[in-house]
């Protein structure tokens, strides 16, 4: 395994892909294409598989970008060596590029990143039990009060903040869009749940403060269901972000 950071792409056939699901049933009540992913990079690439990730849905193909300290060359090697199925998967299209090292994360960068903005109360609330993992903006609003307005993009900036600290500065965060998704998840028993969780992208600039604690965060990703394709904060100097 390589000691840097790469930034994957790889490609799936939309079609395929969705064929491949062993278990229609699963899908029934909500079609999580985060947790179709996360299934596909297990069974090709097990624990070199790459995390976090961002889903880039186009007409009929998927294109998932992600972090790993793997290279596209050791990825195909490991999926070989797996024997793992490859239907839907477009390997012309699987390439990799090393990050910046360390020492040179000191400048500032525009970012993009998916992110599920939850929390767990800390507290028994006149909604929300104590021990709850619910939207930051409905636990604002919470605390706020009925008659007192709650702003949804100042509420996820605070969020971003709080989880960049030590890491870089945000010299920016706005929030690009917004929607509720229906995500699939298994509990310790292996039983089914579907969760109903805020699905954002915010868009923004940021000031490296501390380079190894920003690539670590590069590697970890931000927030909760980073596994799942929420998450990964991809940068650019210039250009659109992604390889």
Not at 63 to 69: A, I, P, Q
Not at 82 to 110: F, H, I, N
Not at 115 to 124: A, G, N, S, W
């Amino acid at each position: 395994m390589s000691e840097a950071l790469h930034m994957i792409r790889i490609g799936y056939s939309t079609e395929k892909l969705f064929r491949s699901i062993r278990d229609p049933d699963l899908f029934r009540s909500s079609l999580d294409l985060g947790y179709l992913v996360h299934c596909h990079f297990a069974e090709q690439f097990g624990t070199a598989a790459p995390a976090p990730f961002f889903i880039d849905e186009k007409q009929d193909r998927v294109d998932v970008l992600g972090y790993s300290g793997h290279s596209a060359e050791e990825l195909v090697r490991e999926s070989r060596n797996r024997r793992a199925g490859t239907d839907g998967t477009s390997w012309q299209a699987l390439v990799s590029k090393p990050m910046p090292a360390a020492a040179r994360l000191r400048d500032t960068y525009a970012y993009r990143v998916r992110i599920c903005p939850v929390i767990r109360k800390l507290r028994e609330g006149p909604v929300y039990g104590r021990g709850a993992e619910i939207d930051a903006f409905l636990a604002a609003s919470e605390m706020a009060g009925a008659d007192l307005p709650v702003d949804r993009e100042a509420v996820y900036r605070d969020w971003m903040t709080s989880r960049f600290q030590g890491a870089a500065e945000l010299l920016s965060a706005g929030l690009v869009s917004f929607r509720r998704s229906r995500l699939v998840r298994f509990d310790a028993s292996r039983k089914k749940r579907t969760l109903d969780r805020p699905d954002a992208t915010v868009e923004g600039v940021l000031r490296v403060k501390d380079p190894d604690r920003f690539a670590a965060l590069l590697r970890q990703g931000i927030g909760r269901h980073r596994a799942f394709g929420f998450g990964m904060v991809l940068l650019r100097s210039s250009g659109s972000p992604g390889c």
